[in-house]
């Protein structure tokens, strides 16, 4: 059965410097999607990055990056230059190839970025 | 800006109230979901519906009804609910494909539901 960890209730950051917010999964199909979505306290949950498990390079989208170790079933979200605005809810989720229309979330880890 | 616009964003309704939720997708996307997330949890897959037609129902109750009168359009309407009910409730919508990436959700900003 497809499972996501994300073992980090909550994560601190100083404004302007980096963050890794982890996630684990596990699944016995070869073929799945690994998405990270932010969620502020509005509410809205928003799409930020996706890496595909055929795919060769690590995902980037502006500062956002995934750090994809698929033997150690891994895939962490690094942040860059953190801004005061990226203070919110951050999942991980997993769709598996043959699973249909159904994507698994994690846990979360709520971030919050210090000024 | 969301391409996925959800009404109301607050609702407030007593247990004997009939009401609605809805949802519009401007994508032009042929799957579309509901999602249920109570405060500090992750969102829980309540319905999809693909091609019009309802495809999942993960074992909702009754007093939920998911309507899907077209491709860009999803309701959800609520009959005697609990005050358990109150969540903030997700509609998300995604092309219908056999590749993961094909199937990425996109999510509305959510009405928040609360059941007086």
């Known amino acids: 059965a497809q499972k996501i960890t994300q073992t980090q209730p909550g994560m601190f950051v100083q404004e302007k410097e980096a963050v890794t917010l982890d996630c684990t999964y596990d699944t016995s199909d070869p073929s799945y999607g690994l998405f990270w979505y932010k969620q502020p306290s509005s509410g809205e949950m928003i799409f930020l990055i996706y890496q595909g498990s055929y795919d060769q390079q690590n995902a980037t989208e502006g500062r956002y990056s995934l750090n994809f170790q698929k033997a150690r079933k891994s895939a962490n979200l690094v942040i860059s230059a953190s801004q005061l605005g990226d203070s919110a809810m951050y999942f991980c989720?997993?769709?598996?190839?043959?699973?249909?229309?159904?994507?698994?979330f994690g846990a979360g880890t709520r971030l919050f970025v210090k000024a | 800006d969301t391409e996925v616009t959800q009404t109301p964003k607050h609702l407030v309704m007593g247990m004997t109230n009939k009401k609605s939720l809805k949802c519009e997708q401007h994508?032009?996307?042929?799957?579309m979901y509901w999602y249920k997330q109570k405060a500090k949890k992750p969102p829980e897959l309540m319905f999809v519906?693909?091609?019009?037609?309802?495809?999942i129902n993960e074992s909702v109750p009754s007093r939920f009804s998911p309507e899907c009168p077209n491709s860009s359009l999803l309701n959800l309407h609520l009959h005697a609910l609990q005050p358990e009910d109150s969540a903030l409730y997700l509609c998300?919508?995604?092309?219908?494909?056999?590749?993961?990436?094909?199937?990425?959700?996109?999510f509305g900003e959510g009405s928040w539901l609360t059941v007086v």
């Open positions: 998300a919508s995604s092309q219908v494909s056999s590749l993961p990436l094909g199937n990425t959700i996109y």
């Open positions: 519906y693909s091609y019009e037609k309802l495809s």
């Open positions: 989720a997993m769709r598996e190839g043959t699973g249909g229309f159904k994507t698994i």
């Open positions: 994508m032009g996307h042929r799957a």
